[in-house]
């Protein structure tokens, strides 16, 4: 009989399979705890609207003394109305809007053509020109708030919304101006030099082809400096002198009466109003946004 040498048989391999257990639990742990962040952000992003939308239909004493997370008992309806009529809510959309619009006009007209005179016509310094532009993006804006409001107290322009405007446009500038240059960038230039040929000038161009053509990326970056200009509180608080003048954002700081109480339920009432309204807007409008985002980056 033939002995069998039980030493030199071969042995089964089992660290490979514990190398692969090992890697699927891996990302089994590393795809939950991705999961478990997004949910976390979700929460964090998604809770305080929940709670704002709720407490809008709470009475006063609901809000001051049931928990955050209860439900309110019913739906008071009349907050929404307090809001906009005793509120003066659509008084404050009104400024909002008339502070707004004229900006915008200005903030894309103004950049588009800055925008097209630094990245298609030619001429000396222009990239010194568009590199002192962006710099005003570098500038904190609570810096020039202070000489911006002695310029306008010493102008006599202080009660009026010229303050707001003339910010806002200075403010908007920069990147406006930076980004439709991106836009301008991927415009092909054989379409501006057959233009040219048959004796085109600079305004038929930026106005026949170049609007035209970046019109995804104008309309992006509108919807974008409407939401800056809409939402913002610092400027306009700074420079509202007349409380009849002001915006929405400001508006809702009026929300209480003369002895100081803060009447919640109209309150939150426009807060939702202001946000959700905003919201709406931009998910209507968000395809366009994304294809405006990306018009730049590929040329051609």
Same mark, same amino acid.
């Given at each position: 009989?033939?002995?069998? %040498?039980?030493?030199?048989?071969?042995?089964?391999?089992?660290?490979?399979?514990?190398? /692969?257990? !090992?890697?699927?639990?891996?990302?089994?742990? !590393?795809?939950?705890?991705?999961?478990?962040?997004?949910?976390?952000? &979700? &929460?964090?992003?998604?809770?305080?609207?929940?709670?704002?939308?709720? %407490?809008?239909?709470?009475?006063?004493?609901?809000?001051?003394?049931?928990?955050?997370?209860?439900?309110?008992?019913?739906? /008071?309806?009349?907050?929404?109305?307090?809001?906009?009529?005793?509120?003066?809510?659509?008084?404050? *959309?009104? %400024? @909002?809007?008339?502070?707004?619009?004229? @900006?915008? #006009?200005?903030?894309?007209?103004?950049?588009?053509?800055?925008?097209? *005179?630094?990245?298609?016509?030619?001429?000396?310094?222009?990239?010194?020109?568009?590199?002192?532009?962006?710099?005003?993006?570098?500038?904190?804006?609570?810096?020039?708030?202070?000489?911006?409001?002695?310029?306008?107290?010493?102008?006599?322009?202080?009660?009026?919304?010229?303050?707001? &405007?003339?910010?806002?446009?200075?403010?908007?500038?920069?990147?406006?101006?930076?980004?439709?240059?991106?836009?301008?960038?991927?415009?092909?230039?054989?379409?501006?030099?057959?233009?040219? #040929?048959?004796?085109?000038?600079?305004?038929? *161009?930026?106005?026949?082809?170049?609007?035209?053509?970046?019109? %995804?990326?104008?309309?992006?970056?509108?919807?974008? /400096?409407?939401?800056?200009?809409?939402?913002?509180?610092? #400027?306009?608080?700074?420079?509202?002198?007349?409380?009849?003048?002001?915006?929405?954002?400001? !508006?809702?700081?009026?929300?209480?009466?003369?002895?100081?109480?803060?009447?919640?339920?109209?309150?939150?009432?426009?807060?939702?109003?202001?946000?959700?309204?905003?919201?709406?807007?931009?998910?209507?409008?968000? /395809?366009?946004?994304?294809?405006?985002?990306?018009?730049?980056?590929?040329?051609?």
């Amino acid at each position: 009989m033939t002995a069998i %040498n039980v030493e030199t048989a071969p042995r089964p391999r089992t660290g490979a399979p514990r190398r /692969q257990s !090992g890697t699927l639990a891996g990302r089994l742990t !590393g795809g939950l705890l991705v999961k478990l962040l997004i949910a976390v952000i &979700i &929460i964090a992003e998604i809770y305080p609207m929940f709670w704002i939308l709720t %407490n809008s239909f709470k009475t006063k004493s609901e809000i001051v003394d049931e928990p955050l997370w209860s439900l309110p008992g019913g739906l /008071q309806w009349h907050n929404y109305v307090d809001a906009w009529t005793t509120g003066s809510l659509g008084h404050y *959309a009104l %400024n @909002s809007l008339i502070v707004t619009v004229p @900006s915008l #006009i200005l903030i894309l007209l103004l950049g588009a053509a800055a925008g097209f *005179a630094l990245e298609v016509m030619v001429w000396k310094g222009r990239n010194a020109v568009l590199f002192l532009i962006v710099g005003g993006m570098m500038v904190p804006l609570q810096m020039v708030l202070l000489p911006l409001f002695t310029i306008y107290f010493n102008l006599n322009i202080s009660d009026s919304y010229l303050p707001l &405007i003339i910010t806002y446009v200075g403010h908007g500038l920069p990147l406006t101006v930076f980004m439709m240059a991106t836009y301008f960038r991927a415009v092909p230039r054989e379409l501006f030099e057959a233009l040219a #040929i048959e004796g085109g000038g600079p305004f038929r *161009a930026f106005f026949s082809i170049g609007l035209p053509l970046i019109r %995804n990326g104008l309309f992006t970056i509108g919807l974008l /400096q409407f939401f800056s200009v809409w939402n913002d509180l610092l #400027i306009a608080l700074t420079f509202n002198v007349d409380s009849k003048l002001s915006t929405i954002q400001v !508006g809702l700081l009026h929300f209480s009466d003369e002895y100081g109480s803060v009447d919640y339920g109209p309150l939150f009432a426009a807060i939702s109003i202001t946000v959700f309204g905003t919201l709406a807007v931009y998910l209507i409008l968000n /395809q366009q946004v994304m294809r405006g985002l990306t018009a730049g980056s590929v040329k051609g």
